[in-house]
């Protein structure tokens, strides 16, 4: 089992809707996660982190984590056609270093 | 500088060579990653450096792989021996350390191996 997983997509949403990334992790003692976004061609940035369970909004991003589920999940509510990238997702298990998942193709149409 | 670099930001070998590839992290950084993106792929976790710890090299993927970091800043990594798999883009990532703190990118060494 990897320890994060992703569907890869592609996502594909109509500008203006709600897109919906998941997530989950196999290291329960897992600590932080984050959401990465990665524009073709560039690096990732991060977007998101969150730390204790349930949701953390940062203007039009929510980031949803269930430790229990072992799940974590980025909302991009009014999607915008820039929002259009390759969405990471990142979990710190123990030992600190940080482990991604494959990420997840998201297309925005205009 | 500003901003976590990456030299040379392209590099083409023939099989068989060795490569080094540099990262110098942002200054006071104590946390240095290597991963290794192939073309359409997620990061690919290679080796991660924390201060004086001793480094964590589960993700080196053979003993071709190695790194180091001097004076805790620099970090070099060596490919010896260069495989046609071996062509990805290499990123390095650095941070002021912990399980909280997010990771700063560099641009990556684009290495093509033929």
């Known amino acids: 089992q990897k320890e994060v997983e992703q569907n890869s997509g592609p996502l594909s949403v109509p500008e203006g809707a709600i897109a919906s990334l998941n997530c989950t992790y196999s290291d329960r003692g897992s600590q932080s996660f984050f959401w990465y976004r990665q524009y073709s061609g560039k690096s990732p940035e991060l977007i998101m982190s969150?730390?204790?369970?349930g949701d953390k909004e940062d203007g039009r991003f929510t980031a949803q984590l269930n430790k229990a589920s072992q799940y974590v999940s980025l909302l991009i509510r009014d999607s915008q056609p820039s929002d259009s990238a390759t969405y990471l997702c990142a979990v710190t298990p123990g030992g600190f270093k940080t482990i991604f998942g494959a990420g997840t193709r998201l297309f925005v149409k205009a | 500088g500003a901003g976590v670099s990456q030299s040379p930001s392209n590099k083409v070998t023939e099989k068989g060579k060795d490569v080094e590839l540099r990262c110098d992290p942002i200054?006071?950084?104590?946390?240095l990653y290597w991963y290794r993106q192939s073309l359409g792929q997620g990061l690919e976790f290679l080796i991660y450096f924390q201060g004086n710890s001793a480094p964590d090299k589960s993700g080196l993927p053979s003993d071709r792989f190695s790194a180091e970091r001097t004076g805790g800043s620099v970090s070099t990594l060596t490919i010896q021996r260069t495989q046609q798999e071996d062509s990805a883009v290499y990123l390095c990532a650095s941070s002021l350390g912990g399980p909280d703190e997010k990771l700063f990118f560099g641009s990556g060494t684009q290495l093509s191996v033929l």
């Open positions: 200054s006071g950084h104590t946390a």
């Open positions: 969150i730390y204790s369970n």
